[in-house]
């Protein structure tokens, strides 16, 4: 099914605030958000906070933070209002409880004070008897079910077993039998709501039209589909979304198993841009082989029906990949301010702490020449540090390069101090890059050495660094006496060593 642009849509993103959103959580605020607004419709943020034993305080404003760096900006729920409120569940109890006496007065939940231990006694009394649990098993009497109900005792739907079929937009059309139908617990003692009674109530207050989660929730659609049976209302569309897995590719990815929190994607390095357009196409893809999606363009191409009803496997080397061509994308669509500005953040410094010292103009023009070699904003800390201080002599560097070991310590302090000389003859006002590559090209042709010779000694001496940008473009952003001041420091100490 794709989705109809003559409709108006409405979802939701409902997570507990049990801790931070991962990655594999967040595809399930992606979708519905992609689906509501590309119809102009309605994308709802709500809490499910009626597990007060797992709530986790602050959980609620690390999500806020999550979504809004995403850009998935909600038209109704926590912060915004609108016209449903409350939409913290603990604050909905007056309306869980209307909807469980309607219920009870249709003979279809009742009061049960079973003690756990002797629940625990039913399930395992089952089990020696090699049959599955189900609670319908064990009602209490006719008499005890009809007793009075108020909040302080729980409450459970008195399931009536049968077969369901149902169509999930993603999985197809589905089918149980009545053996999974049982009495589910829909008001806890406390008074909130189960996730199972709650979500229903929620969604069909909101007049939710598509309810996007995870496949975990399919064992249960029976009793949910009882619920709304139960109720007298319409069900909204399923669209049941397969497991994000870990890397191995052999289990879905959880906290567990070290899936990080997306804040520390975030602070890692990657793009906001980067990780919507991944997560997206974890698991859709629209049959191109288009791989870069800004958020207007997902919003064009994504459809219901291109969800694929198997699992993903998180990569984050593709992640890592995907950000890199997003740098880059910023840069040359954008420019090096757009960039720039990125790389300035009140929650993690990506530059070196030495990097203060200097005006933002001097940053922008490091950063111009080595944006490409980024895969994170973090890797600007460990590619521009000489440029904002001396890096520390490492001969060593210079005897285990593979363009230069066969060159003797007296042969590489000769090149140095030419080149040295060289370059100290340029000018100060035409220290730049195009005037830097002719000077280099004319030391290949006197010194007759090959450019990975010539040009790995320079490298190595100016920044003792694994890896730099063009020879003429660093030197040209360190500026000539910084340039030839590390030059001769390098040959000093190549002399010394000697």
């Not at 066969?406 to 090149?415: H, N, P, R, V, Y």
């Not at 920044?463 to 952003?477: C, G, I, K, Q």
Request: proline share 5%; aromatic share 10%; net charge negative.
């Amino acid at each position: 099914m794709s989705n109809s642009k003559n409709s108006h849509f409405v979802t939701r993103f409902a997570p507990s605030p049990t801790g931070y959103i991962h990655i594999g959580n967040v595809r399930s605020a992606i979708y519905p958000y992609l689906i509501a607004k590309q119809t102009n419709g309605t994308f709802i943020l709500r809490i499910e906070d009626t597990d007060r034993e797992r709530y986790v305080p602050g959980a609620t404003d690390l999500i806020v933070e999550t979504l809004k760096w995403l850009g998935l900006d909600w038209n109704e729920g926590i912060e915004v209002g609108g016209p449903n409120q409350p939409y913290f569940q603990s604050e909905r109890r007056d309306i869980y409880h209307a909807y469980a006496r309607k219920l009870i007065a249709a003979g279809r939940a009742y009061p049960d004070s079973t003690s756990s231990e002797t629940i625990n006694s039913y399930r395992q009394a089952d089990s020696q008897k090699k049959i599955p649990y189900l609670y319908r098993n064990h009602r209490p009497d006719e008499s005890a079910m009809q007793q009075t109900w108020e909040p302080g005792v729980p409450l459970r739907f008195k399931s009536e077993p049968k077969s369901y079929k149902w169509h999930d937009e993603v999985m197809g059309d589905l089918e149980t039998g009545p053996e999974v139908c049982d009495d589910i617990i829909l008001i806890k003692a406390d008074g909130l709501p189960t996730y199972n009674f709650a979500h229903i109530v929620d969604d069909y207050e909101m007049h939710v039209t598509h309810i996007v989660r995870g496949v975990e929730y399919l064992s249960s659609m029976p009793n949910y589909l009882g619920i709304y049976e139960a109720l007298g209302i319409e069900h909204p569309k399923f669209v049941s979304l397969p497991h994000v897995l870990a890397t191995q590719g052999n289990k879905k990815l959880s906290k567990r198993d070290g899936a990080k929190s997306v804040i520390d994607y975030k602070n890692d390095g990657i793009l906001p841009e980067a990780m919507l357009n991944y997560l997206a196409c974890l698991g859709w893809n629209d049959g191109t082989e288009k791989e870069l999606y800004t958020k207007e363009e997902l919003l064009k191409s994504f459809s219901i029906d291109r969800i694929q009803n198997s699992g993903a496997r998180f990569d984050e080397v593709k992640l890592l990949w995907q950000n890199g061509q997003w740098i880059r994308k910023i840069f040359d669509e954008q420019g090096v301010d757009a960039l720039f500005a990125r790389t300035l953040s009140k929650d993690v410094n990506y530059w070196p702490e030495s990097a203060q010292n200097y005006p933002e103009d001097y940053l922008k023009k490091v950063l111009s020449i080595i944006y490409d070699r980024l895969k994170t904003l973090s890797d600007i800390r460990e590619f521009t540090t000489y440029f904002f201080e001396d890096p520390r002599i490492d001969l060593e560097m210079l005897l285990n390069n593979k363009f230069l070991k066969k060159m003797s310590e007296k042969e590489q302090g000769d090149l140095l101090m030419m080149v040295s000389n060289k370059l100290q003859s340029i000018p100060e006002e035409d220290w730049q890059a195009e005037n830097l590559q002719n000077a280099l090209n004319e030391l290949l042709e006197k010194s007759g050495k090959k450019p990975a010779e010539l040009f790995s000694l320079i490298r190595i001496a100016i920044s003792f660094a694994p890896f730099s940008p063009a020879l003429h473009l660093t030197m040209a952003v360190l500026g000539k006496n910084t340039t030839i001041s590390r030059l001769n420091s390098a040959h000093s100490a190549i002399v010394n060593d000697l």
